[in-house]
């Protein structure tokens, strides 16, 4: 085997581990990124609570160092995995993986006394990192693909939310304008009705009068039925493309498409071998 051809096995390897969720050792490197986003995504959370990071601030920053290191291995490893590294760079992953590794390298840039309120949003842009979970969970693709299907029902859906809201909201305002309720505008009563319209009911604006509390009610009981229909819409086209999403992982080692038919021996978009048997 000549050193080119060892090189692009070695390349052919390090894909197979990083990009493919099929084989064990994919699996286990999914595994092993898995559990530390996680003990990262904790380590932002314990680390708000100033008790605990006044306790415990070196453990949590040498902790958040190795995670660091680790992530910042795993990007460039997948930049060198495929022949067209800007595929990945630019790909929603690849922007999401460098704003989850970045924050902590740009806190050294930051020293001084005025840079702790910066220091402070840039420590919490590492919470992008609960974003790269959405690699692993194989469900949330069929999930995004039935969000993209319904996005035009769901569009449509809320237009007509917002214009039941105004029509209710300015009915409000014209029932409870004089009595002293909160209803002082058109668009704080339009507030009012998309609070109760979604039953979250803050209860700082209420209707006074016998009128008002009837069409109030009437706009609750319709809130119950209105919250169930874009759950019901992105369920049917969940259902209804369940079949046609493609489960394999498979990743090209040269232009980074996924979806590849399971058994696939070439790439369906630039004609590259997927595997070498």
């Known amino acids: 085997m000549t050193s080119k051809n060892k090189k692009n096995n070695w390349r052919f390897k390090l894909h197979e581990i990083i990009y493919?969720?099929?084989?064990?050792?994919?699996?286990?490197?999914?595994?092993?990124?898995?559990?530390?986003?996680?003990?990262s995504v904790l380590l932002v959370m314990l680390e708000s609570v100033a008790s605990l990071d006044e306790k415990y601030h070196t453990f949590f920053n040498v902790a958040e160092w190795v995670i660091t290191i680790l992530f910042t291995l795993e990007y460039f490893g997948r930049i060198i995995a495929i022949k067209k590294p800007s595929?990945?760079?630019?790909?929603?992953?690849?922007?999401?993986?460098?704003l989850s590794t970045i924050p902590k390298y740009l806190s050294l840039l930051f020293v001084g006394t005025h840079a702790l309120v910066a220091l402070r949003a840039l420590r919490l842009l590492r919470i992008f990192r609960i974003l790269k979970l959405a690699r692993y969970v194989g469900a949330s693709n069929r999930l995004m693909v039935a969000l993209r299907a319904s996005r035009a029902k769901i569009a449509v859906?809320?237009?007509?939310?917002?214009?039941?809201?105004?029509?209710?909201?300015?009915?409000?305002?014209?029932?409870?304008?004089?009595?002293?309720?909160?209803?002082?505008?058109?668009?704080?009563?339009?507030?009012?009705?998309i609070v109760t319209l979604t039953t979250v009911g803050y209860g700082d604006i209420a209707p006074v009068t016998a009128l008002g509390q009837l069409i109030a009610s009437?706009?609750?009981?319709?809130g119950y039925g209105i919250i169930a229909i874009?759950?019901?819409?992105?369920?049917?086209?969940?259902?209804?493309?369940?079949?046609?999403?493609?489960?394999?992982?498979?990743?090209?080692?040269?232009?980074?498409?996924?979806?590849?038919?399971?058994?696939?021996?070439?790439?369906?978009?630039?004609?590259?071998?997927?595997?070498?048997?």
């Not at 493919?20 to 003990?39: Q, S």
């Open 87 to 98: 595929r990945y760079i630019f790909s929603f992953y690849g922007i999401i993986d460098l």
């Open 157 to 193: 859906f809320l237009f007509f939310i917002l214009i039941l809201s105004i029509i209710l909201g300015t009915v409000m305002y014209l029932v409870e304008v004089n009595e002293d309720s909160g209803f002082t505008s058109i668009p704080r009563s339009i507030y009012w009705a």
């Open 218 to 222: 009437i706009i609750m009981i319709l």
């Open 20 to 39: 493919e969720a099929d084989t064990l050792p994919g699996k286990l490197f999914d595994l092993v990124l898995l559990i530390f986003i996680l003990a």
């Open 230 to 277: 874009p759950t019901g819409i992105v369920s049917a086209e969940f259902t209804t493309s369940a079949l046609n999403v493609q489960t394999n992982t498979q990743n090209c080692p040269n232009c980074a498409v996924e979806k590849h038919r399971d058994n696939a021996e070439f790439c369906y978009n630039c004609g590259q071998v997927l595997n070498d048997e």
